[in-house]
């Protein structure tokens, strides 16, 4: 997950500002309390069709709510139903899905209703699905349905003057049966589904606001969801309130074996979400003025503990004295995510895939040292990436092992051997004898410059010149969709508990949207689709480990690390636990009424 380039609109008001939403009073059972936390980068437009950065779907999951969403506390993961009456009526085989709405589900007020209530329907689903088809949207989403809808070659080229969103396009697998029953059919069966109906991307949006606010339509988020957008300081502050038009929500959800998530069960069993007032919320890009903002108790979570800086807060793995006294609580989660470097194989000098192109990245990802990344940049929370997957994803198999080694010597034998040889200065060449300059684009942060040290230091070992472009991650991912970035780091933490949902970001008729590398091979690709029809199994993976092959054998990528997130709470905060899959908690977390907590 993800940030991906917006609509050139979307720009228009990107210096810092001010945004307040009209808000009524806000529920009373969470009067008074107030969760602070943060985002470590800046939020992109708050549209579920669009958004794919990881502080903008944390928002945005709180504002919109698709039909299904996780159990917080069950292990394995569960779905259930969310602003469905049950579970999905499955038919032919999986082909077919009958989705019951409940009624009585609103959207939280905007002045476009004009003072109306304005009920959630099944209308809302199907036009918020199509926008995933609209070009003018690129929305990075649009492989979750693209091909798998039956008929949806109407949607991805409509009829002449008429728009995929436009109510006079009907298709067979998109059907508003009544008010509140979508019926989705799709041209085979797909395991996924379930997990797609979960995804922020199929949040339920209202027409008439995305009509109105046009190209501005993310600076008006309305949902149907526990909170709304009540105060809005760009890339700096934003605050949620509970939604006063929130339907009653009581915590139902079953815990797994383990006796912790059962205390909170019980804990959380019979209450109303969500459970505080107002959540606000600090994007911090500094990792030093984030952990300095948690001792200071101005944050009441510190999610990931930045592992430069794990000292501040660590001793040995274990929370500090000092900190355990206080009541600090130290959770460690291994979050579905993989860090990982990308390469544009349509780049002049480093993409293509003859073999002095294939020679050059092989190099490159030969100099990568994963265990002197994990040891100095990692302080040891995170564990090397071998595939495209981490742990706990299905489809992971922790025999698969990276065959591309840390080895300087055969790296340079590689470049000499295909022609990139060493001028007077000491740097390598092309193979026709032109300069070979690369360029990099990281964070403009500490954790970016001590990565570019790194790679510098890496690249120098081979002979190979780099310079490093600073930019904002926005404008990085911006630069990315079109093609316009060599290489870049990268994370992407998933979307659903699944592989497809990582292999799909090397799937070639994903260029331009989750596949920033622009690998486009053809073997990999039918691997890919024959895998998609697949359930978990071993002749599934066998089909992943020929993908991961393909990957090491090409190095579009070099898998780096799957990180270990070491988690600290402030002691006044109940319910606290960390989900695999969404990314935020703030509706079932709780502060203590008598806790001697900082006023935010």
Do not use: C
Request: a neutral charge; aromatic letters at 10%.
């Amino acid at each position: 997950m993800k940030l991906f380039s917006l609509p050139a609109g979307y720009w228009l008001f990107s210096a810092l500002l001010s945004v307040t939403v009209w808000l009524p009073t806000f529920p009373a059972q969470a009067a008074g309390k107030t969760l602070s936390v943060l985002l470590t980068t800046p939020e992109s437009a708050l549209d579920p069709a669009v958004a794919s950065d990881i502080a903008t779907l944390s928002i945005n999951e709180n504002i919109f709510e698709p039909m299904l969403r996780y159990d917080y506390l069950a292990r394995p993961l569960q779905l259930r139903p969310n602003t469905l009456k049950s579970m999905p009526e499955v038919r032919d085989g999986g082909k077919t899905y009958i989705l019951h709405l409940q009624p009585g589900i609103f959207f939280s007020p905007d002045p476009v209703f004009k003072g109306r209530a304005r009920e959630l329907t099944a209308a809302d689903y199907a036009y918020s699905i199509r926008r995933l088809y609209d070009p003018v949207l690129k929305s990075p989403w649009l492989f979750m349905f693209e091909g798998k809808l039956l008929g949806d070659e109407q949607l991805r080229q409509p009829p002449q003057g008429l728009g995929a969103t436009d109510p006079r396009l009907t298709i067979e697998g998109l059907q508003v049966l009544d008010t509140y029953t979508l019926q989705i059919r799709l041209t085979a069966p797909d395991k996924n589904f379930p997990f797609i109906l979960a995804t922020g991307a199929t949040a339920a949006v209202a027409r008439e606001v995305m009509e109105a606010y046009g190209n501005q339509a993310g600076n008006h988020p309305t949902g149907t969801g526990p909170f709304v957008l009540s105060e809005w300081q760009r890339s700096f502050r934003l605050v949620l309130k509970a939604n006063p038009q929130y339907r009653q929500v009581i915590f139902q959800d079953q815990p797994g074996s383990d006796p912790a998530a059962q205390a909170m069960a019980a804990a959380l069993r019979g209450q109303r979400l969500p459970l505080v007032s107002q959540v606000v919320i600090h994007i911090i890009e500094e990792q030093q003025a984030r952990v300095l903002a948690f001792l200071n108790r101005e944050l009441d979570v510190l999610e990931q503990v930045p592992p430069p800086l794990a000292e501040m807060v660590l001793r040995d793995g274990q929370l500090k004295p000092e900190l355990q006294q206080q009541g600090v609580r130290l959770s460690l989660f291994s979050p579905l995510q993989t860090y990982y470097v990308w390469m544009n194989m349509e780049d002049p000098v480093i993409g293509g895939y003859t073999p002095d192109k294939i020679a050059l990245r092989r190099a490159i990802a030969m100099s990568y040292d994963s265990a002197e990344d994990i040891r100095l940049m990692e302080k040891g929370l995170a564990i090397p990436a071998h595939s495209p997957l981490p742990p706990n994803v299905l489809g992971y198999d922790p025999n698969l092992k990276n065959p591309v080694p840390h080895d300087l010597p055969l790296a340079n034998a590689l470049l000499d051997r295909f022609g990139y040889r060493r001028a007077a200065d000491g740097y390598r060449t092309l193979p026709g004898g032109q300069p070979l300059r690369l360029e990099m684009y990281s964070q403009a942060n500490t954790t970016g410059r001590l990565r570019d040290e790194l790679w510098r230091k890496s690249l120098d070992a081979l002979g190979i010149r780099i310079s490093f472009k600073t930019d904002k991650h926005s404008e990085i991912i911006r630069a990315s969709r079109l093609g316009k970035v060599q290489m870049t780091e990268a994370n992407w933490i998933a979307d659903f508990p699944d592989g497809e949902n990582f292999y799909q970001l090397l799937y070639g008729p994903n260029t331009g949207r989750a596949n920033y590398a622009r690998f486009n091979l053809p073997a990999f690709n039918q691997l890919y689709e024959q895998s998609r029809l697949m359930t978990d199994s071993p002749e599934r993976r066998r089909l992943y480990q020929q993908m991961a092959l393909l990957m090491h054998a090409y190095n579009p990528w070099i898998p780096r690390i799957h990180p270990l997130s070491a988690d600290v709470v402030q002691p006044w905060v109940r319910n606290y636990q960390h989900h695999p899959v969404e990314l935020t908690n703030w509706r079932y977390l709780d502060i203590a009424p008598d806790a001697q907590q900082n006023l935010h």
